[in-house]
């Protein structure tokens, strides 16, 4: 089997086709006989289980779809890596009843300090209501965001990995490595920076190679924290890219820069993390039983097309960069929250012509300036004295709220504005989660629809009402008279006429019910 660059659109009158035995996917039929193709019994088969593909597989299941996800790894990971939730990010959970599960497991810091790892405190007033960053360690994120997906119906087959496809006119047909063959109406790849679905679909995937690389890990060391404190300040000084901080008991996440870039496949040792240590800071810090040890390289790429037919790609399938600000697993999350719905609208045969389209022509441009922002955090944090000088420049700017507030809305991403057309500057940008008579807003979001909120009692979503939701609300906390959201949060209309309603609900929400 050889993957086929399928070029047609699919049509916009792509249905799933209902079948009693298949519809939740509590077990497989088995193939229909005198066939050589696989039946068509999934709606959608994503590759890989990591935050993006369970994310998605959660949205697509709010809307019925028939998912399978395909992870390579017989296990989830077990290493203690904290990654970190950003302010869009923990709104979306917020959006689909999934925050509370997270704040359990998570700790809550102050949104500042990201850009380039520029020691100044958050601004003050930041437009949402969960205005922090939420420290989580990795393995429960997976976890929670999987078990949210399996809850909603979504089949996970762990030890399976996409070894080929190809796409026709009416769907995927994907060949697991052990030569099982399974038939889909679309497959999206969300299977990580060196994507065997991206490879095989022949997607460019330019950028920059790795020039500089970087030790991570968690270990536990034997010298007093004080002694710690003051070699790492000291360091700092000239070389941002080194830290050790704290996490408690003892235990220290470990950064430190290596000269030249190995084998990302071979993981490093505790001696190389030693031996880099000495040659940085003049000692190992007596560094002992550690949890997890990775590297990381500063190649940044960004594919060119985000669809080819009936092959989608999101998260780092679609673009890696260093991880320097912490935007890379929000930036895939906030992907699968895009294309879920969307994806989803195309098969039920409700999405307008182009609502597919607008997920690359919507996040590709986001995953540019996320590339471009890393690209410029990585430069400030040269020890050379050009880049050193330019360091010390934003530091004094960002003691003005404005720069400050600017940036840490670009790092969060609740600076977003997709382009929806003239309008207000709130059209094409999230709406905070504002209180409503019935609580808060993000709470009226769980089932993943659109959802009208009109402060004037005096509109309705009429044959749109089995897609968009409908909250007549005086009292609403807005400075303007009516808003459609999107299932994703963003505001795709603003205004109180009904037939302007009405052309706006046909250009996101397609032709109403009659």
């Known amino acids: 089997m050889h993957s086929l660059q399928f070029t047609a659109e699919p049509s916009s009158t792509d249905t799933a086709q209902p079948d009693a035995t298949v519809g939740d996917i509590p077990g497989l039929p088995s193939p229909a006989s005198g066939t050589d193709r696989a039946p068509l019994i999934y709606d959608v088969i994503i590759a890989g289980c990591g935050p993006t593909g369970a994310i998605l597989a959660a949205e697509l299941r709010l809307h019925d779809m ?20 950003h302010i869009r990010s923990i709104e979306l959970m917020a959006m689909r009843g999934l925050l509370e599960r997270l704040l ?40 929670l965001l999987e078990e949210h997906a399996i809850e909603l119906g979504a089949q996970v087959r762990r030890g399976c990995a996409v070894a ?81 901080r704290p996490f408690g008991e003892g235990v220290y996440q470990v950064i430190v820069p290596v000269p030249g870039v190995s084998d990302r496949a071979e993981p490093p040792t505790l001696e190389d993390f030693k031996q880099q240590l000495r040659t940085i800071a003049g000692t190992d810090f007596g560094v002992h039983s550690p949890r997890w040890l990775s590297r990381f390289g500063n190649a940044t790429r960004l594919a060119e097309r ?22 890379g697993l929000n930036l895939g999350v906030q992907d699968a929250f895009n294309l879920g719905w969307k994806l989803a609208a195309q098969i039920r045969g409700w999405a307008p012509e182009t609502l597919l389209d607008t997920y690359q022509a919507e996040r590709h441009p986001v995953a540019e300036d996320v590339l471009d922002n890393t690209r410029a955090q990585t430069e400030l944090s040269s ?53 409503v008579k019935q609580g808060h807003l993000y709470g009226l979001l769980h089932r993943g629809r659109g959802l009208l909120l009109d402060r004037t009692e005096r509109l309705t979503v009429g044959g749109w009402s089995d897609r968009v939701d409908y909250l007549g609300d005086p009292t609403a906390v807005l400075d303007v008279p009516c808003v459609l959201l999107r299932p994703d949060g963003y505001v795709a209309w603003i205004g109180d006429d009904q037939q302007d309603l009405d052309d706006h609900l046909s250009r996101w929400f397609g032709k109403p019910v009659n």
């Open 164 to 244: 080929d496809f190809e796409q026709d006119d009416d769907g995927v047909t994907v060949e697991l490595a052990d030569g099982e063959q399974l038939r889909s109406r679309y497959l999206v790849g969300c299977d990580g920076g060196r994507s065997t679905v991206r490879k095989l679909l022949g997607v460019g995937f330019p950028g920059e190679p790795s020039r500089a690389e970087t030790l991570m890990g968690e270990m536990e060391v034997g010298v007093p924290q004080e002694e710690i404190a003051a070699k790492v300040t000291e360091i700092g000084e000239t070389n941002k890219r080194f830290s050790l």
């Open 66 to 85: 028939r998912v399978l996800v395909l992870e390579k790894e017989t296990e989830p990971v077990s290493f203690v890596r904290i990654v970190g939730l």
């Open 383 to 435: 020890t050379e004295p050009g880049p050193q000088a330019v360091r010390r420049l934003l530091t004094e700017l960002m003691d003005f709220d404005e720069v400050n507030r600017y940036l840490i809305e670009k790092i969060a991403a609740i600076g977003i504005r997709y382009d929806f057309g003239a309008g207000p500057d709130l059209l094409g940008r999230r709406l905070r989660d504002i209180d």
């Open 306 to 327: 985000y669809r080819v037919g009936r092959v989608l790609l999101a998260g780092d399938a679609a673009h890696i960069h260093p991880p320097i600000g912490g935007q």
């Open 104 to 143: 359990e497991h998570g700790r809550q810091r102050p949104a500042g300090g990201f850009f380039a790892a520029i020691n100044k405190p958050a601004p003050k007033g930041l437009d949402s209501a969960h205005a922090y960053l939420l420290g989580i360690p990795q393995p429960v994120v997976v976890h």
